[in-house]
């Protein structure tokens, strides 16, 4: 059993190991995997406790090695963001004559407890799709009451049907890394250097999906296993439509001339650092998602692009403000975090992409931007 302490050095040994064989140098995508993914020791594969309310550093202070948690999503916050989104979910159910839902990434499950809660006799079963153990047994004991229901699955089926959830999904798909230095664009990747992880840079043929205008030095990312993705639901879902919820950009903002950082960060005790290769095992791994390169890759292979819009417009749209009027004053306080414009309203976006949806969806009946993709 890992603990806290050992993840690093272990997993660190094993990323190592792999860049040797890879002839010295790895994609930031690769060690992105392995950082999140590695069996018992990536972050998303690791035993130790990741969403909550309070952060890793103040129980460890109490002496409770691996407790605490390192960010909280919308769901841990309050019950009201997955009855609004059930709305959702059952106007594409009761369109489509279809009940089932599918949830990849279902974290601690309380999404999934929401939906079934508020969806009722309108799902028959309820799929996860989830890579770590330790998360499907926590998710199993959130679920208790709707066992009947529920499954868990390595791999889909040929066909899906119904609707498909993916909460904060997308921004841990890892990607790749371009820099332009001097004028010259590299991909940026990982060596090893006397024992420890270092960036390193190579030319590459690789660009973004825009030209970046400008001669000055640029960092930013492009989203082969996020479009491939979406790709695969096309080829999948033949009756429904996915609700997919993150942080990002339309294209036209992600490739800004001025964004020249990138926008991959970490998550850890609910304070947020840019450097991805210290403490690996032990801090999520993010990266924004460009929501024009999703469409395009779902539209491309079949999908029908039937929303996009700021989380605000859409919860709003779906009912939270009317629910919040009967709800707890902790639940209010909450449930305005998801929709005020320096929160999370505009900082994160929902697209829906489906297929055999004929009717308008009510998420995005109001600020609907699909035509800024």
């Not at 839902?101 to 799929?127: H, I, N, P």
């Not at 997308?170 to 940026?188: F, I, N, Y």
Request: glycine fraction near 10%; include cysteine; aromatic fraction near 8%.
């Amino acid at each position: 059993m890992f603990t806290a302490e050992s993840i690093p050095a272990s997993l660190t040994r094993i990323i190592a190991d792999a860049i040797e064989k890879a002839g010295g140098w790895q994609g930031f995508d690769a060690f992105m995997g392995q950082a999140l993914y590695t069996p018992g020791l990536g972050y998303y594969a690791n035993g130790l406790s990741k969403f909550g309310q309070m952060p890793q550093g103040l129980q460890r202070a109490e002496g409770v090695v691996g407790a605490g948690s390192d960010f909280v999503t919308a769901p841990e916050m309050t019950p009201l963001f997955g009855q609004a989104l059930a709305r959702q979910v059952g106007q594409v159910l009761a369109a489509t004559g279809t009940d089932e839902v599918w949830e990849f990434g279902a974290g601690t499950g309380a999404l999934a407890l929401q939906l079934l809660d508020a969806l009722g006799d309108q799902v028959r079963c309820y799929t996860i799709v989830d890579l770590s153990d330790s998360l499907k047994a926590r998710q199993a004991q959130t679920l208790a009451s709707h066992a009947g229901k529920v499954r868990w699955v390595s791999a889909l089926p040929e066909q899906m049907r119904g609707v498909v959830v993916g909460n904060e999904v997308l921004d841990a798909m890892p990607v790749q890394l371009l820099v332009r230095k001097s004028g010259v664009w590299h991909e940026r990747g990982v060596v090893v250097e006397q024992g420890a992880l270092q960036w390193s840079d190579r030319p590459t043929a690789l660009r973004p999906p825009v030209e970046i205008e400008g001669a000055h030095d640029y960092l930013t990312e492009i989203h082969p296993q996020g479009e491939a993705f979406a790709r695969t639901l096309a080829d999948r879902l033949v009756l429904g439509a996915a609700l997919l919820l993150d942080y990002g950009f339309p294209e036209s903002e992600y490739y800004h001339v001025q964004r020249h950082m990138g926008t991959v960060m970490c998550h850890q005790a609910h304070r947020s650092d840019p450097d991805p290769l210290q403490a690996v095992g032990l801090k999520d791994i993010t990266a924004h998602v460009n929501f024009t390169g999703i469409a395009l890759a779902a539209q491309d292979a079949g999908l029908d692009v039937l929303g996009y819009t700021s989380q605000a417009h859409f919860l709003i749209n779906c009912g939270l403000v009317e629910a919040m009027q009967d709800a707890p004053l902790p639940e209010r306080v909450a449930a305005q975090k998801l929709i005020l414009e320096h929160e999370m309203g505009e900082f994160f976006k929902v697209i829906a992409l489906g297929r055999g949806v004929d009717l308008p969806l009510r998420g995005f009946a109001r600020g609907d931007r699909t035509h800024r993709l």
